[in-house]
C-alpha cells in the first residue's frame, strides 16, 4: 500500500477515534474535571486506535510489541492535545466543549510519522536466527553443519 494510501486510512482512523475521543470526553466531563476527563478519553480512544491501525491502516497483525510501543505514538499528541486543550480553555478562554477538536487537529501530522514507523517496523524476531536446539533433527551428515552467521553471510 502507498504512503498516499495510508494517510488517507489514517485520516479515516482519526476520524473515527476523534469520535470516540470526543463521546467519551463529553460523557465523562458530566463526572469529572476537564483534563481528567480528556486523560481517561484519551487512553480509551488510543486502544481503539490502535487495534483499527493495525488491521485497517496500515494491514499488519497486531502484537504485544506494538501495542506496547503504540502510546510512543500517542506521546507527541498527548502533549499537544493536552497543552492545547488547557492553552485553549485557560489561557485564550475558549469552550472546554471544542478545545479538544481543536487541539487534535493540530497534532495529526506527527501523530502519523510516528504511527507509521512503529507499526510498519518489522519485529525483531523475524531476523532471528534459528537456535541449534530448536532446528529439527535429521540423519542427514548436512543437518548437523554449522550455521554461518548474519555477518559471515552478508560478507561473501
Known amino acids: 500500500m502507498t504512503v498516499r494510501g495510508q494517510l488517507i486510512r489514517f485520516a479515516l482512523v482519526g476520524v473515527v477515534n476523534t469520535g470516540t475521543y470526543y463521546g467519551c470526553y463529553l460523557v465523562l466531563l458530566t463526572w469529572l474535571p476537564y483534563v481528567a476527563a480528556h486523560v481517561a478519553a ?86 532471528a536466527e534459528p537456535s541449534p536446539a530448536a532446528a529439527p533433527a535429521s540423519a542427514s551428515p548436512s543437518a548437523s553443519a554449522p550455521v554461518p552467521s548474519r555477518a559471515a553471510r552478508i560478507d561473501k
Do not use: E, H
Open 42 to 127: 484519551f487512553v480509551l480512544s488510543m486502544i481503539g486506535s490502535f487495534f483499527l491501525n493495525s488491521y485497517f491502516t496500515y494491514r499488519t497483525p497486531p502484537t504485544w510489541r506494538k501495542f506496547l510501543l503504540f502510546p510512543l505514538t500517542n506521546a507527541a499528541n498527548f502533549t499537544i492535545t493536552t497543552c492545547g486543550v488547557y492553552l485553549l480553555v485557560d489561557v485564550l478562554g475558549f469552550s472546554r466543549t471544542y478545545a479538544p477538536l481543536i487541539a487534535a487537529a493540530a497534532a495529526i501530522p506527527i501523530t502519523f510519522v510516528v504511527s507509521r514507523t512503529i507499526m510498519l517496523r518489522p519485529d525483531p524476531a523475524a531476523y
